[in-house]
């Protein structure tokens, strides 16, 4: 591959592979690429238009199996493919084939040659400058093809802290790391989630990734979900400021203020809103496929996403794309939408998004929803998340509601021949030009997100500048400095800040044997939590409490096991009960004697539970022992002081800590070195709460899934109430311009 660049005078470079048998255009002194190789420049090679006027013209000219490989998203890649993504090369496995780090696996090249697949999923990589090198052996492939259309590579959330989740695979590595999504609404700041945005785009773009599957905008009304951290809180006033700031950032290049070469494009999720799951399971998984509304707050989940599709901004300030969620949003308009997952639903898509905001950007579906139901309902990896149309839908005729409901692409489908057959039934069902206007509708829109991100003049990167630019230090810098401002200080009595010369005890913790994401286990063991390399940098350690003046506890939120403690446990239901059960937000067993006596949602067919009720019920958190260390510590260091710091994925019930720890920190996935800063006095706290933490379970349990601001929040033994918005720095309660402006939403 070698790369020729062509440059032109107020015009963009044009970058393309010799040996693609590119040529190129050159009319009224300027340069362009000849994409369809006639020697005749067309509207959409000539950078000079609009990026929907180049792709009108595009998708006019493209053949049906075209638009149908721009239809498709691969499955999640790595680079190289190994682990949990493995496949093969040359018909072997990475480690035996000799093949370079960014060579194309088989599978890889099947998609791009075979599904003319043109919309990637990128998760880890070995390095940016692999990335990039790959980046660019993929574009040189495609450019090879008919029409030379670049490829697109997407990722899920890259820079957060914690890249253990499913969520986050990509995470990680040398890209600069900022909070989890809830860390940057504990924020309050839409400044940062906008240098956050310039900064992920620029060490995304380097490294050959120009769409990212976000930002989450979901609403955390309801406690337990799973997802929750990935939201930025349960108020719409601050996640619709948050999320506009996200999307800008994101996608507009400074220099131009404008669509440029680092600018990705945005995916706002999940559609109308996934965070009101009964009882707070997840819709990945067949127990949680139903979303409820019993406060009648449809509305206010809507709100997030109105701030990134409003008609009256820029273009480049309203996001790219939208992703329905995977569940089925009961009666979300009763007598006007239908009871199926939401990228099926007609109305939530064309007759709400479409028409209602007027909103022409490109829908595509969560990953993997039109296949069979799954055969094992705890196992996401046992089939596809269908819901509502599980029975009487083949694949096809799924691909073909989806299309009907006015969906332009499907997530993690990479076979074209369900979307081809249902091409052929829409033009049975609506005349052959009405299914073909429908079909280059939808390549138009795609079309237009392509263009405007540069990619059809240079889809290439240089891996030189990848390896120079992804973890720039001023970038680290930032993420670090957004981490130490995420951390919130519940408690402190005259406790922090530690000094040099604090002799601090800190105890190992045990680390609970669970299931991954995968079901696969995980087993259990006993380490210390804190890199004490780093922890000796801010003050002295001691191993024995009685040497100690101050314990440092580091814990978690009550966990679950996505196998038992998710709300459904499988070994209870091959006991002959529903398996239906709490998810809990305390340590101690939890039996929900408040729960529902019937579900409001359930499935209604033969042979499946209409009522999932799991009242009075009982559940073991997974690290009760955390609490137990907290108890332990506070019984060795007698009335010297304890400080807990708390890493948090969902809100919890902390009546069951607090009268042991004489300091409470609390974060949401930050590295040791940002929380030793907060905790030294180099950096004053400054987090705000973006959710309610619960008195106990009873108020949530009685709380709406729908509703925000709805449970009774702790109070602690100093009088303070760990509301929305609480947070504490060393001169005692925050309240700054911040608290002014991102007050409780008044309905």
Known sequence: MTLCKVSNNDGPELVYDSESSLNIIQKDGLNFKDNDRTGILKPFEDWRLTPLERAKDLAERLSIEDIAGLMLFTSHLAIPAVGDRKSKYNGK?????????????????????????????????????????????????????????????????????????????????VASQWPESIGLGATFDPEILHQFGEIASIEDRAMGISMYLGPQVDMATEPRWMRLEGTFGESAKLSSALASALVCGLQITRKKNDWGNESISTTTKHWPGGGVIEGGRDAHFGYGKYGVYPGGHQQYQLKPFESVIDAKKRDVERTAGIMPYYSISTDFAPGQSENVGNAYSHYLITDLLRHQYNYDGVVRTDWCITSEEPTDIENVLSGDQ?????????????????????????????????????????????????????????AQRILKNMFQLGLFENPYTEPEIAANVVGRHDFVAAGLDAQKKSIVMLKNHSVLPLTLKTKVYIPKRQYPATHGWYLDPIAGYVKEPFNLTIAKQHFELVTDPNDADVALVKIKSPERDLKKYNGYDPERANAGETGYVPITLQYRPYKAKYARKVSIAGDARPGKVRNRTYKDKTVTTLNESDLDLVIKT???????????????????????????????????????????????????????LPVQMPADMKTVETQKEDTPFDLVPFTDNDGNTYDFGYGLNYSGIIHDWRTKKFTKDVF
């Open 93 to 173: 496995v990475y480690e035996e084939s000799g093949s370079a780090p960014d060579a194309l696996s088989d599978l890889q090249k099947k998609y791009f040659l075979e599904s003319r697949i043109k919309h990637t999923l990128v998760t880890s990589v070995e390095s940016p400058e692999i990335a990039a090198k790959w980046n660019n052996r993929v574009q040189a492939l495609s450019e090879g093809m008919p029409w030379s259309l670049p490829v697109v590579n997407a990722t899920d959330p890259r820079h957060g802290y914690n890249s253990d989740t499913e969520f986050n695979e990509g995470s990680g590595g």
């Open 386 to 442: 269908c819901w509502g149309v599980e029975d009487g839908f083949t694949v096809g005729e799924r691909h073909l509601k989806l299309l009907l409901a006015g969906v332009d692409q499907f997530g993690g489908n990479k076979d074209p021949k369900p979307i081809l057959w249902a091409y052929k039934e829409m033009g049975k069902l609506m005349g052959k030009p009405w299914a073909e206007r429908r079909f280059r509708l939808s």
């Open 634 to 688: 506070k019984q060795q260091m007698g009335k010297k002081p304890v400080i807990v710091s708390v890493t948090a994925q969902n809100p919890f019930v902390l009546s069951e800590i607090e009268p042991y720890a004489d300091a409470i920190v609390l974060d949401f996935g930050v590295s040791d070195r940002a929380l030793f800063d907060v905790l030294d006095g180099t950096f004053e706290p400054s987090g705000l």
